[in-house]
């Protein structure tokens, strides 16, 4: 995806739409709801591919890509930094060796020192290079890669060059930090993941509020145009995706559901202009 530096030029085009923002519903249906809203790139979850094809095949992918004008643009997730490796890294490479996605996103938590986890990362970063696929760590703080000071000292320690963070704007204010925090970590951050929400956590149970009460952008307090004018002075070239998980979604069409974060997405790059 051919992404502007500047962020005023941003269109919901430029964003991956994540597997996330609809939950389990059918291929069909998701692919059309995303291109009816303007996105052009999708997500895929390892879990549900890896038990849709048992039944299925990745031709019969390849058609719904096709039919809807998509491509796939990340993968998640995966768990690379724990003793034992994570089964959902052999669906990821199936996935990678078809699609070529820009992306496999990763999460803690890690097993070990940093210096371990930085190995275990390294390995998978050697590993999907042969796809050209980036492997960007996800910090979330309810795991011991709590924040992009981690993750970002984890890349350091493996030295790829595919191996780079994907920050999630919930996250950085559910660390209690701000954009501002991101400043050291920026030389790392290749993906900016976009929603937005209340500062203060509304449920004490970090996963569960990240599951059930994220918005779309421009319904919350983030600083999202800050956001963007940081990526633009320090990463430029930096990607986007959309994750909003929110539970009142599920009782919405999908078609809604997409177009909002759309809309959302434009109300958000209109105030930089």
């Given at each position: 995806m051919t992404l502007p530096a500047n962020s005023a030029q941003l269109t919901p085009a430029n964003f991956t739409f994540s597997y996330n923002c609809l939950g389990d519903i059918d291929y069909d249906t998701r692919f059309a709801v995303a291109k009816a809203a303007g996105f052009r790139e999708i997500g895929i979850n390892l879990r549900h591919i890896g038990g849709w094809l048992q039944d299925h095949s990745l031709s019969e992918l390849d058609a719904l890509l096709d039919k809807h004008e998509l491509v796939v643009g990340e993968m998640e997730a995966v768990r690379l930094m724990l003793a034992e490796p994570d089964p959902r890294e052999e669906t990821a490479a199936v996935i990678a060796e078809h699609y070529r996605p820009a992306r496999l996103q990763a999460t803690g938590p890690f097993d070990g020192t940093l210096e371990d986890a930085a190995a275990r990362a390294g390995r998978v970063a050697d590993r999907?290079?042969?796809?050209?696929?980036?492997?960007?760590?996800?910090?979330?703080?309810?795991?011991?890669?709590?924040?992009?000071?981690?993750?970002?000292?984890?890349?350091?320690?493996?030295?790829?060059?595919?191996?780079?963070?994907?920050?999630?704007?919930?996250?950085?204010?559910?660390?209690?930090?701000?954009?501002?925090?991101?400043?050291?970590?920026?030389?790392?951050?290749?993906?900016?993941?976009?929603?937005?929400?209340?500062?203060?956590?509304?449920?004490?149970?970090?996963?569960?509020?990240?599951?059930?009460?994220?918005?779309?952008?421009?319904?919350?307090?983030?600083?999202?145009?800050?956001?963007?004018?940081?990526?633009?002075?320090?990463?430029?070239?930096?990607s986007f995706s959309i994750e909003v998980i929110n539970a009142a979604h599920a009782s919405m069409a999908p078609q809604a559901v997409a177009q909002s974060i759309a809309d959302g997405i434009t109300a958000v790059v209109a105030k930089l202009e």
């Open positions: 999907f290079a042969q796809w050209g696929v980036d492997v960007v760590l996800e910090p979330l703080p309810f795991t011991n890669m709590k924040t992009p000071a981690i993750a970002a000292e984890i890349c350091e320690l493996a030295s790829r060059p595919n191996l780079s963070i994907c920050m999630d704007v919930w996250h950085l204010y559910r660390n209690g930090l701000s954009i501002d925090d991101l400043a050291p970590a920026w030389k790392h951050i290749s993906t900016v993941q976009f929603n937005d929400g209340t500062v203060i956590a509304e449920n004490a149970d970090l996963l569960q509020d990240c599951l059930d009460n994220r918005r779309v952008p421009n319904a919350g307090e983030f600083d999202l145009v800050g956001l963007l004018r940081a990526r633009d002075a320090h990463r430029p070239d930096a």
